[in-house]
């Protein structure tokens, strides 16, 4: 891939399988990890492969111990003398835990740049409704709340960032059209709104908000107060990491 973040991103849109350690070293990972650290996952005969700017797919069509064994090396001679990068940077903007009680899916946490890669995680429109392309990050992933009765409430959240200012308004005023035709818009289209944008939908609270170069949107939010309160503290982690300025 072109960069170490795109090959993340390849791994990234399915976490399931058992974690396997190839290179049998652990220096690069961090504490501070928001995304799973596994960067080898194998399971039903297929090894799926994160190692610097490569992502690579080894399968045996008929899983056997022996094949696991063989599958394993191929990895293993891939991976050889590969660096093992960080996590993409934009993935640091998201709290692992939010207000005590809405907590980070972790394993369902992705990283892409095309509305293709997004509408087989979250299905939006056939259309590129959010003017996504090789200039854009963006990060998707479930916040779920459990009660004490052992009740889940799922939300699910997107952060894009563009170029700039500009791009990143012109894209809220273009999935705002396409999405939400029957609402009327609630933000300031040339500046950063100082509020929310909170629309109640079928499924749940749409709120979205336009900070400077990102867009933060939540779907399926079961409460205004919870749609209110996970925005509020990604702008506050975008303050602190220097990447948004208040206007």
């Known amino acids: 891939m072109e960069t170490p973040d795109d090959a993340f991103g390849l791994l990234s849109l399915d976490w399931g399988g058992e974690p396997v350690n190839l290179n049998h070293s652990s220096k690069n ?7 799973p650290s596994n960067r080898a996952l194998y399971g039903g005969g297929l090894l799926r492969i994160l190692s610097d700017n490569l992502y690579a797919r080894v399968m045996a069509f008929r899983e056997t111990p022996s094949s696991k ?8 001679a891939i991976t050889a003398n590969q660096k093992s990068p960080p996590e993409p940077e934009l993935l ?45 990050e963006a990060v998707t992933a479930t916040y779920e709340r459990i009660s004490s009765s052992g009740d889940r409430k799922r939300s699910q959240f997107l952060l894009v960032k563009y170029e700039n200012h500009e791009r990143a308004r012109k894209a809220l005023n273009h999935f705002h059209d396409a999405y939400l035709p029957e609402h009327k818009k609630e933000f300031i289209s040339d500046s950063a709104n100082k509020n929310p944008s909170l629309f109640k939908l079928e499924d749940g609270w749409l709120a979205y908000e336009l900070l400077n170069k990102y867009i933060v949107i939540l779907f399926g939010c079961p409460d205004q107060k919870s749609a209110i309160t996970i925005i509020r503290r990604i702008e506050s982690n975008l303050l602190k990491k220097g990447g948004y300025h208040e206007r």
Do not use: C, M
């Not at 990972?29 to 995304?35: E, F, G, L, N, R």
């Not at 509305?115 to 392309?133: G, T």
């Open 29 to 35: 990972k961090t504490a501070h990890s928001v995304a």
């Open 69 to 76: 064994q063989t599958v394993l090396a191929l990895g293993k």
């Open 92 to 136: 640091k903007i998201l709290p692992l835990q939010i207000d005590s009680a809405w907590k980070l899916r972790r394993d369902r946490l992705s990283f892409f740049r095309s509305y293709l890669a997004l509408n087989s995680i979250y299905y939006l429109s056939h259309e590129n409704i959010l003017d996504l392309d090789l200039t854009a």
